[in-house]
């Protein structure tokens, strides 16, 4: 079911807010998530990690991945483990988008969107399936992507590797580090001792000073 909470977003990436968009725009992106339903193949894979704390390095049990990140460091002060996350859409939606941008680029635009708001919805589910697998006195920080912060896009690989994500749901990278498929997200979550914010925040993000939200009084997290 297509949520107004789910139309709002779309149409913030696209730098509209709900209240400014007419019947006709919003009616496409209701059809955008509609199209998604039909071609969309979403699939998540995660596993729960150990965290090795040695003196000022951080690394992931078991493996020889350094969590060389300032604000991973901070985000897993009260974690002993950790979700290594990755979720897709599948490749069917790249295929749309692209098809979508030789012929109208407004249509591609809503359509990318809607695809933007379902993978993240997708994570969303998924760590409502891993909340509820939690010990008492366990709780979830908030989902740290690689490129949010000072966490390199270097550690997709790494979660990848550890995923065995191609395999799994046919998730892959280029050499610069870019998802294949598009639409999807790799993440890192802590298991804490204590309850967490699990907000995103403008504080974490190195895009502060040139964020398309914040330039329109906007923002994407609080």
């Known amino acids: 079911m297509v949520t107004e909470s789910m139309i709002s977003d779309a149409l913030r990436y696209i730098g509209l807010p709900i209240e400014k968009a007419d019947e006709q725009v919003k009616e496409k992106v209701i059809q955008g998530f509609k199209h998604l339903e039909q071609i969309a193949h979403p699939k998540v894979a995660y596993q729960k990690m150990g965290l090795i704390k040695e003196a000022d390095e951080l690394t992931l049990h078991g493996t020889l991945y350094n969590l060389e990140s300032q604000d991973l460091k901070r ?73 949010y912060g000072d966490v390199p896009l270097e550690l997709s690989a790494a979660i990848l590797d550890l995923l065995s994500a191609q395999k799994r749901i046919g998730l892959t990278q280029t050499k610069t580090h870019m998802l294949l498929p598009t639409k ?29 939200y914040r330039r329109r009084g906007d923002r994407c997290g609080l």
């Open 75 to 147: 985000l897993l002060v009260n974690c002993d483990s950790c979700i290594l996350m990755a979720a897709t859409l599948g490749i069917e939606v790249d295929r749309k988008i692209t098809n979508l941008q030789k012929l109208d680029m407004l249509e591609a635009m809503i359509f990318d969107s809607c695809a933007s708001v379902l993978v993240e919805k997708l994570c969303d589910e998924a760590e409502d399936e891993m909340m509820r697998t939690l010990e008492e006195g366990q709780y979830l920080t908030m989902r740290f992507s690689p490129g």
């Open 184 to 212: 999807s997200i790799t993440a890192l979550i802590g298991i804490s001792s204590q309850k967490e914010n699990r907000q995103k925040s403008c504080g974490y993000c190195t895009l502060v000073k040139t964020c398309m």
